[in-house]
């Protein structure tokens, strides 16, 4: 039925109803919502505004302490500024203990610990971070991540066993959980510290099986190709990579030192060209870092490259650093100025190897100098690097010893110069692989490999390999070697 003209018009004239006003809590949650989808999508700074916005503009929302756990997970992926991610999560932890939140931000403030030296009382924090995710939260998504943690603390303790055993929980509890496919790592990695090289290979194979798209995939499989090298047959199996080819030119002359990142990034330290230059996977050259009289590359725990220069030590593509020692005289500075090899510890210092005075120096983070390490005696240390598991390398080249101390200077192990099947007489640079093995390249003997126990795995030798001066690994546990006399870089796999 058609409505009379006067009613029509009367209707048309009037007013619609209002639109429902948003309530702030929704419209924090749809700031959430976006700031996670920018972040997914790498768009951090964007991401970035969204959880300021909540924080600043609608502070007493639902939404808040999950704004502030994002915030401090940007300070620690994006900007890699540790004071300000623990700020954030300690203002969540403090503030919404009740919140759904509040497990995320105990389960980071653990990691944060977690990345400096690990000493007891650092170990114990974050061993009690982990567990209050555990006790106070139990339902929480965040429990496997916690146990995860406390698999990580185990491992840096040095307690395999234990680590083996907590990233198993994981694993049989939380099958699908996120922190599964590294619970799986952990315990492949415990089982191979622990010389258990098979049941390792094993758990690396079921992150294959049953998380193929994972990032750990790929890691997984490199552990597995490393481990069948060394205990897949009666002795370790390295076979000369004819086709390998790299550091042509005036790069490939008077190489000092080589080093493969993660990545698969190598760097060669070149006196001929003044520069540690880079070489992609693909074989294509990078930027390289010039440094006059370069003399040794290191990594940062970071993964930053580290290459000690005879007069200086480049942290990085711009952190430039030279070192001086006290004087009696406080307004004079000795500065050191030969260099041979330098490392970032977990910790944060920096150690520094001098050849004139023949010793290590400490110095922290603003370069302030803290004295000899591990102590005041005379070392002609040539070589420094990280083992990964919390221990110093350093290879001695006067003594002819290679040794590895904790961040205190606490001896962990030696390498004894002779033994069964080896003699090392000149030995010119070390690598170490993720399970604690040592790989020595001796000018006069080949390429030694040395199990943590000190025993001999094997020896490359023969060939085109004749003088190695520099050596380092892939992450599938190839070796490369520089070999003076060929003036090439070799590969074994």
Known sequence: ??????????????????????????????????????????????ALDNFNTIVTGFPDTDSVDDALLEIGRYHVEVEGDSARAREAFEHVAQRYPQSDGAPGAYYYLGRLTLQGAPTTA???????????????????????????????????????????????????????????PGAHFQVGEALALLGEPRPAMEEFQRIRNRFPASEWAPRALDRITALYRLYGGPKPAFTLDGSYAVAAGDVGKDVRALLMTPARTLWVASEKV?????????????????????????????????????LAVRLGPRNIKSFTLPTENPAQKDPLDRIEAAVL?????????????????????????????????????????????????????????????????????????????????????????????????????????????????????????????????????????????????????
């Open 1 to 46: 039925m058609r409505l009379p003209t006067a009613v029509t018009l009367l209707l048309a004239l009037l007013p619609l109803p209002a639109p429902a006003q948003t309530s702030p809590d929704d419209q924090a949650r749809r700031l959430l919502e976006d700031g996670r989808t920018y972040r997914k999508e790498g768009k951090a700074k964007q």
């Open 122 to 180: 650092a170990l114990e924090d974050a061993m009690a971070q982990f567990a209050r995710v555990q006790r106070l939260y139990p339902r929480s998504a965040w429990v496997p991540q916690a146990l995860y943690g406390t698999a990580m603390v185990h491992r840096r303790a040095g307690r395999l066993a234990e680590a083996a055993d907590a990233g198993r929980r994981v694993a049989l509890e939380y099958p699908n959980s996120d922190a599964a």
């Open 345 to 493: 510890t977990p910790g944060g210092s920096i150690l520094v190897a001098d050849g004139k005075r023949k010793r290590v120096y400490r110095f922290d983070g603003q370069d302030k100098y803290l004295g000899p390490f591990p102590d005041d005696r005379e070392r002609e240390i040539s070589r420094m690097t990280l083992d990964g598991e919390g221990g110093i390398v350093l290879l001695d080249r006067d003594r002819r010893t290679v040794s590895v101390v904790d961040e205190g200077g606490r001896v962990l192990r030696t390498q004894a110069l002779r033994g069964a099947g080896f003699d090392l007489r000149k030995p010119s640079d070390v690598a170490v692989d993720p399970f604690l093995n040592l790989y020595v390249a001796d000018e006069d003997g080949g390429v030694h490999i040395f199990a943590p126990a000190g025993h001999l795995l094997g020896t490359i030798t023969g060939g085109e390999l004749r003088k190695p001066v520099a050596i380092t690994l892939d992450p599938a546990g190839a070796v490369l070697v520089y070999d003076d006399r060929a003036q090439k870089v070799l590969r074994y796999r």
């Open 274 to 310: 003044k520069a540690a230059v880079p070489f992609g996977a693909d074989g294509k050259i990078g930027a390289s870092r010039p440094a006059m009289d370069p003399r040794s590359l290191a990594l940062t725990p970071d993964g930053e490259l580290v290459v000690a220069a005879k």
